[in-house]
Structures are given as C-alpha cells and as structure tokens.
C-alpha cells in the first residue's frame, strides 16, 4: 500500500513546490509594480504635503514659543521626540544645516521621504529666531500603506498557491477515483469471466464423464460381445483423454486468475526466454507429422521477464491446439516482430475443415490470455474463415 502511495506523494510534492515558486514569483511582481505605482502617486500628489503640513505648523509653534535658532539641535531633538517624528530636514540656501532619521524603515520604497532629491517639492519655510529655512517633517505617511499593500500582497499570493495546490490535488483525487472505478469494473469483469469459464468447464466435464459412466455401466453388465467391448474400451480410453485435457484447462485456468504474486525469471535473452519453448513446440509437431517454417524467426540482443512456470503451460496449450486443431497437411508458420518497446512471437496455422477450434480451444486461450496479462504482456488471436488460417500473437515487454 505504501508503495501505491508514493507516486502520489511525489505529485502533490512536486505540485507544492511548483504552488510555493508561483507565489513567490506572482508576490514579487505584484509587490514592484504596486509599491511602484503607489510611489509614483506619493511623488505626484498632494497627499505628503497635505499630511506634513499639521506637522509644519506644529513645528512652527514650537520654535517660535521657544525662540529656537536655526542651530539649535538640542531643541529639534526634544520635539522630534515628542511628536514621533520618523525624519526632518532643515536646509538653508541648499545647504544641509540639520538632518535626523530615526527610524530605518524596513520598507525600500518608504524612504524615498529620507532622500533629498525626492523630498525638495514637499519643503515648507519655516522662520527661525535668527533666519529663515526650508524644513521637512516626515512621520510614517508612506510607511503604513507600504505595509498594507505587502500583507496584502502576500495574503493573495498565498491564496493563489493555495487554490493552485487546491486545485491540482482535486484532479489527482478525480483521476484516482476514475483509476478505481475502472480497476472496479475489471475486476467485475474478471469475476464475470470467471464465473463464466467455470460454468463452461464444468459443462465440458460433464458430458464425457456421462459417456464414460454410461459405457462402463455397459461394460459392467457384461451384455455386449468381445468386439464391442473392445470398441467401447477404446471409447472410454478417449473420453479420459479428453476429461484429463480439461482438467489440465481448470489447472491453467486456476494458476492464471490467481492473486498470488507471481515468480519471474531474471531478466535473460529473449532467445534463451521463449526460444527453447518454441524449440520445443517444434519438436513436438515434426513428431506429429507437422511442418514448421522458421525463416521469419530473428533473434535479437534483448532482453526480456518470463515466468518459467507460466511460458511451459502457455506454449503447451498452444502446441495440443496445433496438433488438435491444424490442418497437417500445411505448414506452420513463426515469425518474430520487434517492436520498440517489445517483441511479438507469431504463430499462423491452417484450421482443420471438421474442426471448430474456437468453440473446443476458447478456454485454453482463454487461459494463455490472462498468463500473459500476469506477465505483463498481451495476448491475441485471430481466425480468419475465408483462407482457414488460424493466427496467435504473444508479445512480451523488452527489458531497457
């Protein structure tokens, strides 16, 4: 379970981290273009004048009613203090005659009112005991929107990132759920099948166990002649036969649909994978009188993962269909197809004209089919009615 969860741990990381760069890159550009654009309104309007001069006229007063000279520092000192002031400048005939910051201000833009080149417009005139000066009074009039323009910034970036997040892992819950749904349906589906090839097996069963009861009740009554005794011995020979092939299918049919987890080869070279199978095979139709063409089987260097337990019972089926099913009079084909990612082994047959072998063989194939599938490979087959040619294609993943 642990490891069905970590591709989807490693998504919804990778989307945070993707949230988290997003809202960091949206913060920074929604924080210069609107500090700058609140700059520039500061710059251009009336409104560092207008929160200034309450503060001019303060100050005024104040060195008026305490007859302060323009070299006083000690006094501008005592009311820069009292009334909070964050800077004041005091400048006679352009030249710098007292300057006092007192606060660093952690926002860039905020202390543009600290840089004489900006503040010159905003200077009001001030009369001292002994001169006249132009004088200006900073207090936090920038600083705060600054400040809420930043909480806000980072609110709305976090947002976004957070509906982004949102957003993503609600598909991944919508693909996980769709994934479900349909590993739902095949599983239903499987159990169908199953149902289904059980039903027909046990169907199959029956009727040669019938006739094999049936004969030896015969036998066992002693009414028939020493020649049809020996017709019938050969009858019932038949039918065990043929009951020990199904057991054989319901034995494949067992083994495939299991849920035990199955064990593979190592990864080895697909001639010594499955070419032995097919040398096998080979061997089996010369013995029945079958003619095989190989000139269109090429092996190439790669490698391949087989079950060893499944590719004897898969190659076995294929070859009792051959031999049941084929026309022995034509030859038998098998041809390697690679692929990019895998190789195809193609086997084509002529049908016997008194055969109907997908009615007789559907189980076994059937079988082969869902082996495939626990090796993660693919199964299909094919009859085509007009030439009588009957084709199986098993194709196997390449190991990179």
Not at 36 to 65: A, G, H, W
Not at 283 to 301: F, G, H, P, R, T
Not at 314 to 324: G, Q, R, V, Y
Request: net charge negative.
């Amino acid at each position: 379970m642990k490891d069905d969860l970590k591709p989807i741990s490693r998504k919804i990381t990778v989307i945070v981290i993707i949230a988290i760069i997003f809202a960091c890159s949206l913060f920074t550009l929604i924080y210069y273009k609107g500090t700058e654009m609140i700059r520039y309104y500061f710059l251009t309007s009336k409104y560092i004048y207008e929160q200034e001069t309450p503060y001019i006229e303060n100050f005024r007063k104040y060195v008026e009613d305490h007859n302060i000279g323009i070299d006083d520092v000690d006094k501008y000192n005592e009311w820069i203090v009292d009334n909070n002031i964050s800077f004041l400048s005091v400048e006679k005939d352009g030249i710098q005659r007292y300057s006092l910051m007192t606060t660093d201000g952690f926002i860039q833009q905020s202390k543009d009112m600290y840089d004489y080149r900006m503040i010159n417009p905003f200077r009001q005139t001030v009369q001292f005991s002994d001169t006249e000066a132009e004088v200006f009074i900073y207090a936090n009039y920038t600083e705060k929107y600054y400040t809420y323009f930043f909480i806000a910034d980072f609110a709305f970036s976090m947002i976004i990132s957070f509906l982004i997040i949102l957003w993503q892992v609600r598909r991944i819950i919508k693909h996980l759920q769709a994934e479900l749904a349909e590993a739902e349906g095949k599983a239903k589906s499987v159990r169908t099948d199953k149902d289904s090839l059980l039903r027909s097996m046990a169907h199959d069963l029956r009727t040669p166990l019938t006739g094999l009861m049936s004969y030896l009740d015969i036998i066992k009554n002693g009414n028939i002649s020493g020649k049809d005794e020996a017709e019938y011995i050969g009858v019932i020979s038949a039918k065990a036969v043929e009951i020990k092939d199904l057991t054989d299918q319901l034995f494949d049919f067992t083994l495939a649909s299991s849920e035990d987890t199955i064990e593979t080869d190592e990864p080895m070279d697909v001639q010594y994978a499955i070419g032995d199978y097919l040398s096998e095979m080979c061997m089996e139709l010369a013995e029945s009188k079958i003619s095989v063409n190989i000139d269109k089987m090429l092996w190439k260097n790669v490698k391949v993962i087989v079950s060893g337990r499944f590719m004897g019972r898969i190659f076995s089926n294929l070859t009792s269909n051959i031999k049941k099913y084929a026309d022995t009079s034509k030859v038998v084909s098998l041809e390697t197809i690679y692929c990019k990612h895998s190789i195809i082994i193609k086997i084509s047959n002529y049908i016997s004209d008194n055969k109907k072998l997908l009615e007789s063989a559907g189980i076994g194939l059937k079988n082969v089919e869902m082996m495939m599938q626990r090796m993660n490979g693919k199964f299909v087959y094919d009859s085509n009615d007009e030439n009588g040619i009957f084709m199986v294609m098993l194709e196997f993943n390449i190991i990179e």
